[in-house]
């Protein structure tokens, strides 16, 4: 089956320590994004690639990292570096920029 | 200002009814709209795109009117199954970002 799966659906994150999220898509998209939702709000961008091995800055990157090695994948780290990163986060992928995009079934992310 | 505003509700209406929704945008320039569906603790999924034309998917309308500024998402002869947030989606015209509204919550009675 075609789709975008996320890994893993819950994490649990200590003080200090970076983790990283796992997004895969079998789609053949070119263009993917992550997003962090916290309770009330809408779905806020962090990064996004609109082909391998280029990425750019969304609304709230401090403190996350990505890559874009393979077309298929695009990890995100959330490094130690932000300070609150208790949230639902989730992946998506469009074929192209500008398109419709359609979301993995996200990660949520706790802090110990 | 947000650039895609929404009334969060909650709307409460019994099974059977008719509900709408709007959702108004501040980027004139914003080209893509959509309206997207989440259920509590889950992912958004596509619900329908929205065309200046309007459309209609079953029981789902939506419409916009780029005069005013806003979207509008009608349900009718609702079901329990509606009950969702449904969340509305600009795409910016200068970098492809899905620009969301925080949604409106619809619950369906029996």
């Known amino acids: 089956d075609g789709g975008i799966t996320q890994s893993p659906k819950y994490l649990f994150r200590k003080e200090g320590q970076n983790v990283t999220l796992s997004c895969e898509q079998n789609?053949?998209?070119?263009?993917m994004y992550w997003y962090r939702q916290d309770p009330g709000q809408g779905l806020r961008l962090i990064y996004y690639?609109?082909?391998?091995?280029?990425?750019q800055k969304g609304d709230i990157a401090e403190g996350y990292s990505v890559s874009r090695e393979k077309k298929e994948s695009f990890p995100l780290t959330v490094t130690s570096a932000q300070k609150n990163p208790t949230a639902f986060y989730l992946c998506?992928?469009?074929?192209?920029?500008?398109?419709?995009?359609?979301f993995g079934p996200g990660t949520r992310l706790l802090v110990l | 200002r947000k650039e895609v505003e929404q009334d969060p509700g909650p709307f409460n209406v019994p099974e059977g009814a008719t509900v709408a929704f709007n959702c108004t945008y501040s980027?004139?320039?914003?080209?893509?709209f959509f309206w997207y569906r989440q259920d509590c603790r889950k992912e958004p999924k596509l619900l329908m795109s929205?065309?200046?034309s309007g459309n209609e998917d079953g029981r789902f309308t939506a419409q916009l009117n780029r005069a005013s500024q806003y979207i509008s998402l009608l349900i009718r002869d609702s079901k329990l199954s509606d009950s969702a947030t449904y969340l509305c989606?600009?795409?910016?015209?200068?970098?492809?970002?899905?620009?969301f509204g925080q949604g409106t919550t619809l619950q369906v009675k029996p």
């Open positions: 789609l053949n998209h070119d263009a």
């Open positions: 690639s609109q082909i391998v091995n280029d990425f």
């Open positions: 989606v600009s795409i910016s015209s200068n970098t492809g970002k899905l620009i």
């Open positions: 980027n004139s320039a914003s080209q893509s």
């Open positions: 929205v065309y200046s």
């Open positions: 998506a992928s469009s074929i192209q920029r500008f398109e419709t995009q359609y």
